[in-house]
């Protein structure tokens, strides 16, 4: 069972709980984007079970009146068994999402999995998977409702600025008809591939958004707590007009979602699943504020 103290981080164990907090979350504005926790899986039978698991929640998803998505991760569909089976679970994924109206994000893990994870992204988002069954006026009209900038039934990929090939990945992305989420990036690449200067990191992730509002039609995913970003995003969309959105995790920052809800389109990343322990580990250690929340609940103040 989830012990409340990681409550303010993971949603909760089951499907249920994640789509209870999303009603919450869209009472307060901000859309959720459901992660189901579960990676590295070297093994086929638990990549084809979380597959399952996201087209059942796909489902209850489409079948409700949520502002709700799905993020998946590659390791998680299968990549690192062979990348034969993460593209199966990944069209059965993208598929059920077109076939629900669901919004798919997919994660992006080590510097290691981008070739692959990009060189798919781009060949579903093209030309996704299943559409040729899909009776042609069923998708005409999904295009019509897809009015929101943050189209049902979409895809998008993330992509991390501390690699010194994103800027390249964007320019490949350009005419691409779906979505990139860019955040810093979350692993600890060689140098040979990275920045690994803060500061570096930062400035790459400037140059990135400056590049994005400028060249993406279709919208920019800014995936960042830091107000710095969020302001270069705010000023870059008022001299560019391009739609964004910002994506920020559960439990960080919940205030200024809310707050910044009101402006713009705010979507927060809410996981959910058994597989909680090492997700609840990683944000207690990667912020001091975080660590010290987690004693002052384990000792009741
Ligand atoms: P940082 O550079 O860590 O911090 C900058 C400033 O932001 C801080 O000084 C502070 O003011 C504020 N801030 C940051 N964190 C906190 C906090 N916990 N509490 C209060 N203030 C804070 N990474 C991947 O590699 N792959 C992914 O697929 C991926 N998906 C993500 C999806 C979402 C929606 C988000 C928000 C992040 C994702 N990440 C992913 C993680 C990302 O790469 C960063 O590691 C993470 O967001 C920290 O960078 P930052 O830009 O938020 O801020």
């Known amino acids: ?54 087209e059942r929640l796909i489902a209850d998803i489409g079948a409700s009146d949520l502002r709700a998505c799905v993020s998946v991760k590659p390791s998680q569909l299968g990549l690192l068994v062979d990348e034969d089976t993460f593209r199966e679970n990944l069209a059965r994924v993208v598929s059920a999402g077109a076939d629900h109206d669901v919004f798919v994000w997919v994660d992006m893990e080590d510097h290691t999995t981008v070739d692959a994870t990009l060189d798919t992204f781009e060949e579903y988002v ?25 189209e049902p039934g979409g895809m998008g990929l993330c992509l991390q600025s501390n690699l010194r090939r994103t800027a390249l990945d964007l320019e490949r992305l350009v005419d691409c008809p779906g979505k990139v989420r860019l955040v810093k990036g979350a692993y600890d690449p060689p140098e040979s591939v990275a920045y690994t200067e803060r500061s570096q990191v930062d400035e790459a992730y400037r140059e990135d958004l400056a590049f994005m509002f400028r060249e993406f039609d279709g919208g920019v ?63 207690l250690l990667e912020r001091k504020e975080n660590g010290l929340f987690a004693l002052r609940a384990i000792a009741g103040r």
């Open 221 to 283: 995913a800014v995936g960042s707590h830091d107000p710095e970003m969020l302001a270069l995003a705010a000023d870059l969309h008022a001299k560019h007009g391009t739609p964004y959105e910002i994506q920020m995790l559960m439990g960080v920052r919940e205030n200024a979602q809310y707050d910044l809800a009101g402006a713009c389109d705010v979507w927060q990343y809410a996981p959910y699943g058994t597989s909680w322990p090492a997700y609840f580990r990683r944000r």
């Open 126 to 150: 093209r030309d996704p998977p299943g559409a040729q069954h899909r009776d042609a006026s069923e998708r005409r009209s999904r295009e019509q409702r897809g009015a929101s900038h943050h």
């Open 1 to 54: 069972m989830l012990p409340p103290v990681a409550s303010r981080f993971v949603a909760g164990e089951s499907a249920a709980s994640v789509l209870n907090h999303a009603r919450r979350a869209n009472e307060h504005g901000v859309g959720v984007i459901c992660n189901r926790l579960g990676e590295h899986y070297r093994e086929r039978p638990p990549a084809d079970a979380d597959t399952v698991a996201y």
